[in-house]
Nanobody
Framework: QVQLVESGGGLVQAGGSLRLSCAASGGIFSNYAMGWFRQAPGKEREIVAAISRSGITLYYADSVKGRFAISRDNAKNMVYLQMNSLKPEDTAIYYC???????????????WGQGTQVTVSS
């Protein structure tokens, strides 16, 4: 069983930056692809970014390409999401997830964190 704990959310002005972190425990971290998802009020949970087990293959949603960067540190059991040039439409709860492959679908991920709130003011 893998436990995931997100941190780093908060309130930021449009154009600002935040770095989300996700700490994993309870499993062999390097065996899992990792993803960041987000869910805004009244909307479906959607993929933001994903990273393969080795960290070589990356995936980004079109809405965040060029602004967000996902990375991982397998020695520290951590995955990160650097978010730059934030927009009000990035406001959501951000979730960390672990699964066998770095696909864009929620169903590909077996383990989820509790989420961290990101609010971007205009």
């Amino acid at each position: 069983q893998v436990q995931l704990v997100e941190s780093g959310g908060g309130l930021v002005q449009a154009g600002g930056s935040l770095r989300l972190s996700c700490a994993a425990s309870g499993g062999i971290f390097s065996n899992y692809a990792m993803g960041w998802f987000r869910q805004a009020p009244g909307k479906e949970r959607e993929i933001v970014a994903a990273i393969s087990r080795s960290g070589i293959t990356l995936y980004y949603a079109d809405s965040v390409k060029g602004r967000f960067a996902i990375s991982r540190d397998n020695a520290k059991n951590m995955v990160y999401l650097q978010m730059n040039s934030l927009k009000p439409e990035d406001t959501a709860i951000y979730y960390c997830a672990a699964g066998p492959s770095q696909g864009p679908s929620r169903s590909e991920y077996n383990y989820w964190g509790q989420g961290t709130q990101v609010t971007v003011s205009s």
